[in-house]
């Protein structure tokens, strides 16, 4: 996972593909007073944000609830790499000020992957399909760089938690955490929500597709997509009984 940082950062720097993609949630409160918007500005100009300033990379592309398909919604992903072989996310239903935290994301490299414990390997997915197929993207980079970002990461895996489900006209981040996973096929993803995507983006996935054909992808590490196999895990409420709180 060797990212050509000096050539990428760049580029995002001046690149475009921003501000059009906007949330699609109300949020309940009172409108921001001005008295915390000067606090807010203030903190702005005097605090460092070192993890922050740290995201050197925008990707938009598309998650499923393992165990249903169904539930399907664009994510928009804010990269930092953390060295070759472990990058992290935190990922947003919009790019606009104003976008929802959705979750977060970890990718690691196949090196790693391969470490993993057996059960630990159920979380995650792999990314070959959606490198491969062009349905994930990163916005404002050129053609050349952004294949070239493209090539860290085809062979990468993630393990994705939602906990804001705002595709769900969720107000606020209600409820467990959710794990997410990756297309790997022709046929999943929601052909109008690539579209509408696509239009947005000004892109044409079909193009973009063709673009990465040669792309080297390994077959997929045994273990990951575990979905595929009828592996549904999700987070469930739990209630503790009176005998465990009394041994607390």
């Known amino acids: 996972m060797r990212l050509a940082l000096s050539l990428i950062i760049p580029l995002l720097l001046v690149g475009c593909g921003a501000n059009n993609?906007?949330?699609?949630?109300?949020?309940?409160?009172?409108?921001?007073?001005?008295?915390?918007?000067?606090?807010?500005?203030?903190?702005?100009?005097?605090?460092?944000?070192?993890?922050i300033e740290a995201i050197s990379a925008y990707l938009d592309?598309?998650?499923?609830?393992?165990?249903?398909?169904q539930g399907q919604m664009e994510a928009h992903h804010y990269v930092t790499v953390l060295n070759n072989d472990v990058m992290q996310a935190v990922i947003y239903d919009g790019n606009t000020a104003n976008a929802r935290l959705m979750g977060v994301e970890y990718i690691i490299s196949e090196r790693l992957f391969k470490t993993l414990p057996p059960e630990e390997k159920k979380l995650w997915h792999s990314h070959r399909y959606e490198v491969k197929s062009g349905s994930l993207i990163a916005p404002g980079l050129p053609a050349v760089a952004e294949k070239a970002l493209m090539s860290n990461i085809v062979n990468t895996y993630g393990k994705t938690w939602h906990t804001w489900h705002t595709e769900r006209d969720q107000t606020l981040p209600l409820g467990v955490p959710a794990l997410m996973m990756g297309f790997t096929?022709?046929?999943?993803l929601d052909p109008a929500l690539l579209a509408d995507r696509d239009r947005r983006f000004g892109v044409n996935t079909s193009a973009i597709r063709q673009e990465r054909k040669d792309l080297p992808a390994h077959p997929v590490a045994q273990g990951a997509d575990a979905w595929e196999q009828?592996?549904?895990?999700?987070i469930k409420p739990v209630t503790l009984s009176e005998d465990t709180h009394a041994h607390k």
């Open 185 to 188: 096929q022709d046929g999943q």
């Open 230 to 234: 009828g592996q549904v895990i999700q």
């Open 61 to 69: 592309g598309f998650h499923f609830y393992n165990g249903d398909r």
């Open 21 to 51: 993609s906007a949330p699609q949630t109300a949020i309940p409160g009172e409108k921001t007073s001005a008295k915390m918007k000067t606090l807010e500005t203030g903190a702005a100009l005097i605090q460092s944000r070192p993890p």
